[in-house]
């Protein structure tokens, strides 16, 4: 059935915002975002709490509109009005809390609401064989091992069911996948099991986006790294154009470190050596206004 077609040379971005914004009535929750998807490329989302992330990817995925700037699929400017719009032009998103069906067996949950059938009506039946047999090799595909397609979803571990969550965006057509912070609520192996489903979505050429606020996870697997904070662009750079400590820097936003810092020092029982030097850190950046 569905099937992503990677040239390789086709590099057009998927997804483009330029000076993006959201207001929430008098709150602006965000403003001059430029955001980049390209095919075979994971775009990382960071921020502290607040600084925008969901508002963001809310945009993206179609359940808010914004209120700013321009937001471009394949070129053209978009307004989407549900996540079905965003779907259809194959951005999916998968929520940290799954949708998913956690009694139900794992290859059923793979086709969840768009289950396989056989036979015309009235004896039309679901194909249980021929969902099973996708099922697994789909995740087959995406180099997923179970050892039982049988066993209910909610047995699974946090990572596995990250992993057949992103299988079935990709099965189901997905060019871009947005993934919610999917290592939040996870530990070190499961995060990592994570991660390499994430960059075997981008070796399928999806675009990812992957929001995160570890900035190691997001040094693992991203080719561009846009960092929010209080709602406006931190940093946005290529991959080659930022070290992992300098992103840390960034994510841990410099100046108001250092000031922070400063303040601790007074503070009995406090370690502020375990904090960067100011001196370690990125030259302080424009505040948010
Ligand atoms: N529905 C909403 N109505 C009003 N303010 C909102 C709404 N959603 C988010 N905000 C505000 O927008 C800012 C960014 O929030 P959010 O996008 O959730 O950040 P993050 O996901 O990075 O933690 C916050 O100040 C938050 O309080
Ligand atoms: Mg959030």
Redesign the pocket.
């Known amino acids: 059935m569905a099937t992503n077609e990677t040239s390789g040379t086709d590099r057009q971005p998927i997804v483009e915002l330029s000076g993006v914004g ?1 207001s ?2 008098n ?4 403003h001059g975002v430029d955001l980049t998807v390209s095919p075979g490329e994971v775009t990382c989302v960071l ?12 945009i993206i995925s179609g359940l ?1 509109q914004h209120t700013e700037g321009e937001f471009r699929i394949d070129g053209e400017p978009v307004r989407l009005g549900t996540p079905r719009d965003a779907l259809a032009r194959g951005i999916a998103t998968v929520y940290q809390d799954l949708a998913t069906v956690p009694l139900m067996p794992v290859w059923r949950n793979f086709f969840l609401g768009s289950e396989m059938t056989r036979g015309r009506w009235p004896l039309r039946r679901l194909d249980i064989a021929r969902m099973k047999e996708t099922a697994d090799q789909e995740l087959r595909n995406m180099g997923i091992v179970l050892d039982d397609l049988e066993q209910p979803i909610g047995s699974l571990s946090g990572g596995q069911r990250q992993s057949v969550a992103i299988a079935r965006a990709v099965y189901f057509g997905a060019r871009v996948l947005i993934l ?1 912070e999917p290592t939040a609520a996870l530990g070190v192996k499961q995060s990592g099991v994570v991660l390499k489903y994430i960059a075997a979505a981008r070796d399928r050429g999806l675009g990812v986006i992957f ?1 995160t ?1 570890n900035p190691h996870h997001a040094y693992m697997v991203g080719d561009h790294f846009t960092v ?1 904070r ?2 406006t662009l931190e940093l946005s750079a290529a991959r080659s154009e930022v070290s992992l400590e300098e992103l840390t820097n960034h994510m841990a936003g410099g100046a108001e470190l250092a000031a922070l810092k400063h303040e601790l020092a007074q503070v009995r029982g406090v370690d502020t050596d375990v904090l960067p030097e100011p001196s370690e850190l990125p030259s302080a950046s424009a505040p948010a206004p």
Do not use: M, V
């Not at 709150?27 to 965000?30: D, M, P």
């Not at 921020?47 to 809310?58: F, H, Q, R, Y």
């Open positions: 959201k929430y009535g709150i602006r929750a965000l921020g502290d709490n607040g600084a925008g992330k969901s508002t963001l990817i809310k808010h919610d929001i606020h929010l209080l709602g």
